[in-house]
Structure formats: structure tokens, C-alpha cells
């Protein structure tokens, strides 16, 4: 019994964002792009992460023309201080697939899905949350 509560207790623990940022960015060829591109070096915590629920508090980049969106980027910064305007970076940054359209807003939402790392298609986002519930904050 000690040893199960011993386990849990240091078992890592996910924290949002600030996990996210333990990825090492290194420059490196890729044939598809024919050209050199950012690719990311995930942490073990990270890896022990992929395909576990994880849940992020953001805000919508829509990718979209309607106002219901169920495909768009969630950033950890408001738009204009995002990783495509501002001087943020890479692993600030997911890509989200709802499981049910959403209607667009630029308050802040929570979105809870399954995390999928990505690290050989330059074409997607280093962070992929898929079957998503998006909820927004109050």
C-alpha cells in the first residue's frame, strides 16, 4: 500500500503551459519542405504525456471562415502577443480538433483533448489536442 501512494506521489505532474515549454527547439533539414525547419526535442515528461488527457486555458486563433469553429490554434497569449504576431514561441502554441463546433470568441476558453506531439510534420504545430471539449471561461 505504501508503495502505490509512494508512486503517486512522485509521479510527474502536468502543469499546463509551463510543461509544454520543456521541448528543445533544434534547426534541422527536412526533405518534404526541402529546406531547414524548427523541430522540437521533447522532454521525457512530455513524452509520458502523449496520449493522456490534458487540459489548456487560451485563447482561439481561428483557422475558419465561419463563426463556428471545430479546427482552429489555441494560443497562450491573447492574438496579438501570440507566437504568429508576437515574441512568443513555438511550444505556446496548439493545434485543436473539437469533437463539436464552437462558436468563436476572443475571451478566454478551457479546452480539454488527447495531446499528440508532433515532431516530423513541419506542416502542423508541435502540439496536437485531439477530441476536444472547448468551454469558455467565465
Known amino acids: ?3 502505490i501512494f509512494l508512486a503517486l506521489l512522485f509521479q510527474p505532474q502536468f502543469s499546463g503551459w509551463d510543461l509544454l515549454s520543456s521541448v528543445e ?3 534541422g533539414y527536412d526533405d518534404f ?3 531547414e ?3 522540437p526535442k521533447f522532454s521525457e515528461q512530455l513524452k509520458l504525456r502523449e496520449g493522456k488527457e490534458l487540459t489548456l486555458e487560451g485563447f482561439i486563433i481561428p483557422l475558419q471562415q465561419n463563426t463556428d469553429q471545430d479546427y482552429f490554434i489555441l494560443s497562450r497569449f491573447p492574438y496579438q502577443n501570440c507566437f504568429f504576431c508576437g515574441g512568443a514561441g513555438p ?3 496548439v493545434e485543436v480538433y473539437s469533437d463539436r463546433e464552437f462558436k468563436y470568441t476572443d475571451e478566454q476558453v478551457r479546452v480539454t483533448g488527447t495531446l499528440r506531439l508532433n515532431d516530423d ?3 502542423n504545430l508541435f502540439y496536437i489536442l485531439q477530441d476536444c471539449k472547448v468551454e ?3
Open 136 to 138: 469558455k471561461l467565465d
Open 37 to 39: 525547419v524548427e523541430q
Open 91 to 93: 511550444e505556446t502554441v
Open 25 to 27: 527547439i533544434v534547426v
Open 33 to 35: 519542405m526541402g529546406a
Open 121 to 123: 510534420n513541419p506542416l
Open 1 to 3: 500500500m505504501m508503495t
